[in-house]
């Protein structure tokens, strides 16, 4: 857990009950899915819908938001894409319980063309959904043809080396989440 999560997470509460339309923002690799997905967890019996969303396009959005309609039984497959997503659009104005998250993670599954591949969300967890990180990550597995989890298990054993040759402090937070 990033220091200071709780009390972001507190906060991030208090803002959505004053208004609850809010957009977490800030530089890359800082932490904000951490944060977003730690809220979502913490605050599930808030919402009807939690909902992960890709949007490293507008074509991400747009079917990320598709599927969203499928799932809530809104939208059917027959539905030409820009109607579906006026649909969905739609129902999150009329509908006031719902989060979405932009999901880091997605992001590696995505690119990786498995969708579905577990363990890239683990890295991405692992990685602590860093951007850059995440991009680094997916250019080794690519350029070396390593799946996700031995890419998992490199990354603990290069952890726990370096930690070995010098230790952090036990008062000093990861700048990078580490593995145990």
Known sequence: ???????????????????????LHGLGGVGKTQLAIRFAQEHRSSYDVVWGTRAGSSAQLA???????RILGIVTSQIPIPEAVSTVRRWLAEHD???????AAA?????????????ATELAADLGCLPLALDQAFS????????FSDCR?????????????????????DSVPMLN
């Open 97 to 103: 319980r719902w989060l979405l998250v932009f999901d």
């Open 63 to 69: 079917a990320s938001h598709v599927e969203l309609g």
């Open 1 to 23: 857990m990033a220091v200071g999560q709780t009390d972001a997470v507190v906060a991030m509460a208090d803002g959505l009950a004053k208004r609850p339309r809010r957009v």
């Open 107 to 119: 992001y590696l599954r995505r690119r990786s063309g498995r969708p579905h591949d577990a363990d």
């Open 140 to 147: 080794h597995c690519e350029a070396s043809a390593t799946s």
């Open 153 to 173: 298990s490199m990354y603990a054993e290069m952890s726990a080396r370096v930690l070995a040759r010098s230790p952090v402090p036990d008062d000093h937070p």
